[in-house]
């Protein structure tokens, strides 16, 4: 049989959560989660372009606080890449699922929306494995990418 005839069913948001991609959070909550993964935060204004400039964004909230618990958000060229930055998730129990969540849909949109582009992905080790379940692989024929930040980004709170 064809591969993509028995592809494993989409893993399943857990209880309490909700996606939201209409409505793109605000720089001091994504600057909140990252600051809880451990990663560099940015200034409000950087955030304000970078969501600006983005193709889409995907929010996983805390139904019960609004909280923002997960993120990643789409750049392209429109033609041959797609990019997905921020990818992460709130320590804890749910953080495995609700990246699996955040990378299955990413992938279906870009799929949909942009077929035939090529992905690159930047994020964190927390997220590795949610992207392998994926079929994502780390330096495939020994490449491996590099990245230089232009400017001192500011350290996690």
């Not at 923002?68 to 060229?77: E, H, I, K, N, Q």
């Not at 041959?80 to 990413?106: E, F, I, T």
């Amino acid at each position: 049989m064809l591969p993509f005839l028995h592809q494993s069913a989409p893993p399943k948001l857990p209880n309490g959560y909700r996606l939201e991609s209409s409505i793109a959070p605000s720089p001091e909550s994504i600057n909140t989660l990252l600051a809880a993964c451990q990663e560099t935060t940015h200034a409000e204004d950087d955030w304000l372009r970078a969501l600006d400039n983005s193709l889409w964004q995907l929010s996983v909230l805390d139904e019960s606080s609004g909280e923002l618990v997960g993120f990643v958000r789409a750049t392209s060229d429109l033609a041959l890449n797609a990019n997905l930055w921020n990818l992460c998730a709130k320590p804890g129990p749910d953080q495995a699922q609700l990246l699996s969540v955040l990378v299955h849909r990413s992938l279906n949109m870009l799929r949909r929306d942009l077929p035939g582009c090529s992905l690159s992905v930047s994020a964190p080790k927390m997220a590795v494995a949610a992207l392998e379940t994926h079929g994502f692989v780390i330096d495939p024929s020994g490449i491996r990418a590099m990245g230089l930040p232009l400017k001192t980004a500011r350290k996690p709170e």
